[in-house]
């Protein structure tokens, strides 16, 4: 398993410097210099415009730009940002760094865990009337065209209906004498939703030998049920008593998006499981567990979920990239000050240097949350670790 | 290809009727089949119409078109609070066959009076099937347009990407070592590449046309995971008798990539290219939604006119301006899912029924 960590680690890394130098040259060939003629801008001060000229190195060959890209690259460095001038690109994406990563943890875990209940249980109702309503459901909202989809739902829930909140993160109006800023209120929720999921899933391993399916279902009912008076202890401890009021604020803000995303998002890891979990079902392992007599359910669970969750982790390794851009569209419509929206405006108003930025944190974003897959792959697999050791 | 002289042309009659017939069993992809072959009706029906002279151009044309709607309106006084008896709140006034009166100019009406007005966009008449856009343009038209544009596009791009992708997953497949590893760390690059923010960053370097776009998109998915699953598939044909004895026989190994190994790998090719078509739809969609593609009319651009224009919100007063663009996108991109799906079933045996 080390060995394989170790040779993916190394890989990683061979492929972000591929990433480095191709996302500089896509840059570099926007034709007619977009870095200098952008900074012929009159907000930018001459001083700004000799640093840039310095630091991109636009007076160098090419091979020279992109090694000097690559070392501003590891020194955090991107110039100036033209059209918010006195900002540097690190300091905008590092406000909307947390913003987009809470979006885009909620909106997997999810999804993913929707999808693969739903899935499951599609494929084990095969041929029923319930099991083609699904489907149909399914194949409709992983098809469906999404901003248009999402703007019938800030319609419906926003402005009908009037639940929640049409678009930004927060209300005004409570941030007034907030003594906090938004991102710190950020960050310790996204403290809050990692705590609280590596203790779920904690529990979910603990409790996964319990031998009877309907002890074993209390014993999770007990725990989610602990876990949600324990959060809202812990919200009522020490500093936390203040920030509450403005957590709730943007987790108010948050139901929409992350709702929208998921009914988006679950159907197509719910569309794969249900084909895995048909191709397992033929196996001859399936035959044996119904011949020694083990309940459907248990079946179900423990003998062809468990083999089909496989394909469905690696398809999930692919579709990463999806969801990160389903991201950047969910930003756009919702008004989420996220990155997504950030390189969305850099681009339309041609700011190169928040453009360069954005889109190389959001590649770096997307390599680690591949290498995470991964390894949470060769864990699932014990082939791909028997064959790293030997 | 003389290999595929041997084969006598009722065998392989047999073998499409066989697999039509294992198609057939799957109800959902013949739907999706249906809603292909719909759009692809639709999209000949419009310059068809054109030629014969049943739609006048300067009516029905999708970008310049343009026709007078007269309605009869009935003349309000809009209240300046909500909710009353009539209205729940401030965009129910006016309703669809009223006019108020304040917005009323250059007439003598008074409240209660019924005029006779010219005003876009029109709902659904016998003239204009799904009404009129605020320009006065027809939907059903645009509608129309717009298919053309996502099959052209889909249809181009999935060839293109499945062509690259096909040939570069064979040949890594035979090739082996040096060409393998390389094209696997290429496809592991252009995986990790957000397709989104990218093509925000190619918009940016010039106005993206439909066929760049189309192109882009072949690229962008020829090389990235397809290739990966095609060489899986290339390797275990590699390993069958017949390849084996194609090359005792002699066969060079451009015969046996070409007459042996591409054919096998074809059914899956197809599948891809299914597939791919949806997201290739769904992306222009996106695209022109944001308004970052030069396009004359798409779908995603009659949806983004009625964003930008401030009809979303507005509801169901105007459907017309809302629905059929985003079904047409959701129902086309659905159904090639669909026929993907029915394909997958033909040609993955441990998929079917019994």
């Not at chain 1, 389903?326 to 930003?331: K, P």
């Not at chain 2, 944001?290 to 979303?312: F, H, K, P, T």
Request: with cysteine; charged share 15%; hydrophobic share 50%.
């Amino acid at each position: 398993m080390t060995r394989y960590i170790v040779r993916r680690i190394y890989q990683l890394i061979i492929v972000f410097f591929l990433f480095l130098v191709t996302s500089y040259v896509l840059f570099d060939a926007i034709p007619g210099n977009a870095f200098q003629t952008l900074l012929l801008n009159p907000n930018l001060p001459p001083e700004a415009y000799q640093r840039v000229t310095e630091l991109f190195g636009l007076n160098q060959p090419l091979h020279e730009r992109v090694i000097l890209y690559i070392q501003n690259f590891f020194k955090g460095d991107f110039g100036y940002s033209y059209t918010r001038y006195p900002k540097t690109p690190i300091e905008l994406i590092a406000e909307r760094l947390p913003r987009t990563l809470m979006l885009f943890a909620m909106v997997n875990v999810v999804s993913f865990y929707t999808g693969f209940l739903i899935g499951k249980i599609l494929a084990w109702r095969r041929g029923s009337k319930s099991e083609t309503w699904i489907t149909v459901t399914s194949v409709f909202s992983y098809t469906v065209f999404y901003p248009w989809f999402a703007l019938m739902m800030l319609w419906v829930f926003g402005y009908k209906l009037d639940w929640l909140p049409i678009g930004k993160f927060l209300y005004p109006e409570t941030w007034y004498e907030s003594p906090y800023t938004s991102d710190e209120i950020f960050i310790s929720l996204i403290k809050f939703v990692a705590l609280f999921s590596i203790v779920q899933i904690l529990f979910f391993i603990f409790s996964r030998n319990i031998e009877s399916i309907s002890k074993r279902r209390n014993t999770r009912l007990a725990s989610f049920i602990s876990l949600i008076l324990l959060s809202i202890l812990y919200w009522n401890s020490g500093d936390f008593v203040n920030q509450k009021v403005y957590a709730f604020d943007i987790a108010y803000h948050m139901i929409l998006p992350v709702f929208t995303v998921t009914v988006v998002a679950f159907a197509g890891t719910a569309l794969l499981t249900r084909t895995t979990m048909m191709e397992v079902m033929k196996d001859d392992f399936i035959l044996t567990a119904r011949a020694k007599g083990i309940s459907q359910k248990r079946i179900r669970d423990r003998h062809a979920a468990r083999n089909a969750l496989l394909p469905v982790v690696t398809s999930f390794i692919f579709t990463i990239v999806t969801i990160i851009d389903g991201s950047v569209l969910t930003e756009t419509i919702f008004s989420w000050p996220g990155m997504g929206q950030l390189i969305l405006d850099s681009v339309l108003q041609e700011d190169i240097p928040v453009a360069m930025a954005s889109f190389s944190f959001i590649g770096i974003f997307a390599l680690i949350a591949h290498f995470l897959a991964d390894i949470s792959y060769a864990y699932l697999d014990p082939r791909i670790r028997i064959q790293s050791q030997g | 290809m003389e290999n595929d002289k041997n084969i006598p042309s009722s065998i392989r009659k047999a073998s499409i009727k066989k697999n039509w017939a294992m198609f057939k069993q799957s109800k959902l992809g013949m739907i999706g089949l249906y809603i292909v072959a719909f759009f692809l009706f639709l999209s000949l029906l419009q310059p068809f119409l054109f030629i014969t002279g049943i739609w006048n151009l300067g009516t029905y044309d999708p970008v310049v078109g343009y026709s007078e709607q007269f309605q009869d309106f009935l003349v309000v006084d809009c209240p300046k609070e909500y909710p009353t008896e009539k209205y729940q709140s401030r965009t129910d006034c006016p309703a669809r066959n009223e006019i108020n009166i304040k917005t009323l100019f250059y007439s003598d009406a008074k409240v209660g009076d019924t005029i006779n007005q010219n005003l876009q966009p029109a709902p659904p008449s016998r003239k204009h099937i799904l009404g009129t856009d605020p320009l006065g343009r027809d939907i059903f038209s645009q509608i129309m347009e717009g298919s053309q544009v996502a099959f052209v596009l889909g249809l181009l791009s999935a060839t293109l990407g499945v062509g690259i992708s096909t040939i570069l997953g064979t040949i890594a497949a035979f090739y082996g070592g040096r060409v393998d590893a390389y094209l696997m760390r290429q496809s592991d690059l252009i995986l990790m590449l957000p397709t989104l923010p990218l093509l925000f960053i190619i918009s940016a370097f010039s106005e993206l046309q439909v066929w760049h776009l189309a192109v882009v998109l072949g690229t962008i998915g020829g090389l990235g995971g397809s290739v990966i699953t095609i060489k899986s598939q290339a390797l275990q044909v590699k390993v069958k008798p017949f390849v084996d004895s194609a090359r005792i026989t002699g066969g060079t190994k451009m015969n046996i990539l070409f007459s042996h190994v591409l054919p096998n790998v074809a059914p899956l090719a197809l599948l891809f290219m299914v597939f791919s078509v949806t997201g290739a739809i769904a992306s222009e969609s996106v695209l022109s939604f944001l308004g970052l593609l030069n396009i004359d009319m798409s779908w995603g651009l009659m949806i983004y006119l009625a964003q930008v224009e401030g009809y979303i919100f507005s509801g169901m007063k105007f459907w017309w301006l809302i629905l059929p663009a985003g079904l047409s996108v959701t129902f086309l991109a659905g159904g090639f899912y669909l026929v993907g799906r029915g394909l997958d079933e033909v040609f993955n045996p441990r998929l079917r029924d019994r």
